[in-house]
């Protein structure tokens, strides 16, 4: 009995010790924006507080040695890092479904979408970027995904999915939640707008004022609205709302062709609704 309660004696530290690591990280992990993929299995997870983290929103690229972002959001924060071993005959297309269709039932602001080879290196992601060299694999088995959920407390989601040479699919996510909100306004790149636009078929911009030249968001809406169209040549749209005659007047302006914009019914009263033809 006395060598059982020695043991306990010597044990008791480390369990404790134990105890104390896994609370914040289980209480984290009760707070993620997401359930995990049905069997996913964890492969790895963290918890930092107070981490500074920059969340990437744009391209990347290796510039004298390091990862440089086209555009990023930088602040600091409680940082939940998690990767999941997605079960067999499930794709990384799926799991990252699975994921974004929980994330659409918050009011969110879509950042950043690339899939393929346009994510450009996957070592670059899997090693710089999300620091876990397991999620590297062929360029063009990825996708990355990046959204800000505009609830309380506002966070910062980013998802990667990748199907390695091995077969075995993962699913990653980083959850940041700013210790202060960013009211930064943040908009998408003009070709993750048109990726919206063509998987969901319509798309709502609801600060827009296109009869208030002066609006700094406005502009920023219609000149991106306008860069999609001017990636995408066989794009048509219809736009809806009260404003919608001064908003297609805008695009015009800035050499849309008319053929390619129709104005459709009057609502929304407040911004415009894009609906893809």
């Known amino acids: ?50 981490a500074e983290h920059s969340v990437v929103i744009g391209n990347i690229r290796r510039i004298n040695n390091q990862v440089r972002a086209e555009r990023e959001v930088q602040a600091v924060g409680e940082l939940v890092r998690i990767s999941w071993r997605i079960p067999e005959g ?70 990667y999915a990748i199907t390695r040479g091995n077969q075995r699919v993962y699913l990653h996510l980083d959850q940041l939640t700013p ?37 700094a968001t406005s502009n920023a809406w219609i000149d991106l609205t306008a860069r999609m169209l001017r990636s995408d040549n066989r794009l048509r749209i219809q736009v809806d709302g009260a404003q919608a005659p001064a908003f297609v007047q805008q695009l015009q302006e800035r050499g849309i062709a008319q053929q390619r914009l129709e104005i459709g019914e009057p609502l929304p009263e407040t911004g415009v609704r894009l609906e893809k033809r």
């Open 1 to 50: 009995m006395d060598l059982h309660k020695n043991r306990l004696n010597l044990l008791r530290p480390a369990l404790l010790a134990l105890g104390l690591l896994a609370a914040p990280l289980a209480s984290a992990a009760a707070n993620l924006a997401i359930e995990p993929f049905p069997r996913a299995e964890v492969a790895r997870e963290q918890v930092q507080q107070d």
């Open 90 to 159: 499930h794709g990384a297309r799926e799991a990252m479904a699975h994921a974004v269709n929980q994330l659409q039932q918050h009011p969110h602001t879509t950042l950043f979408f690339c899939e393929g080879r346009e994510c450009g290196s996957s070592s670059l992601w899997a090693n710089q970027v999300l620091g876990y060299s397991r999620l590297y694999g062929p360029e063009e088995n990825q996708l990355y995904l990046a959204l800000r959920l505009d609830d309380q407390p506002q966070r910062f989601i980013s998802l």
């Open 179 to 215: 210790a202060q909100p960013v009211t930064e306004v943040l908009y998408p790149t003009p070709a993750t707008l048109g990726k919206i636009l063509h998987a969901e078929g319509e798309l709502l911009l609801p600060a827009v004022v296109p009869e208030d030249s002066e609006d």
